[in-house]
Nanobody
Framework: QVQLVESGGGLVQAGGSLRLSCAAS????????MGWFRQAPGKEREFVAA????????SYVDSVKGRFTISRDNAKNTVYLQMNSLKPEDTAVYYC?????????WGQGTQVTVSS
């Protein structure tokens, strides 16, 4: 059973930084694509960033390019989202996602609030 546990959310002022972590367990993730999504109040969940566990290629939504960086630590089975230059519009619940062959798994989410 895949388990994804997020941490690192919190309250930060605009322009500040946070690093989210997603600890993954229950599988060998070498074939997986790991991603971060977010959902703001009243809005649909949206893609933020993704990384292929094998090879490390990354992708980002345009609104976070240059500010957010996704990475992974193979030894710790953990995926990170470094978020810099945060804006109030980044406020959302951030979810970790693990996907392989059309099957996806979600973490419980962590709240990020950016004050102006």
């Amino acid at each position: 059973q895949v388990q994804l546990v997020e941490s690192g959310g919190g309250l930060v002022q605009a322009g500040g930084s946070l690093r989210l972590s997603c600890a993954a367990s229950g599988r060998t993730f070498s074939s997986y694509v790991m991603g971060w999504f977010r959902q703001a109040p009243g809005k649909e969940r949206e893609f933020v960033a993704a990384i292929r566990w094998s090879g490390g290629s990354t992708s980002y939504v345009d609104s976070v390019k240059g500010r957010f960086t996704i990475s992974r630590d193979n030894a710790k089975n953990t995926v990170y989202l470094q978020m810099n230059s945060l804006k109030p519009e980044d406020t959302a619940v951030y979810y970790c996602n693990a996907r392989v062959a059309g099957t996806g798994y979600w973490g419980q989410g962590t709240q990020v609030t950016v004050s102006s």
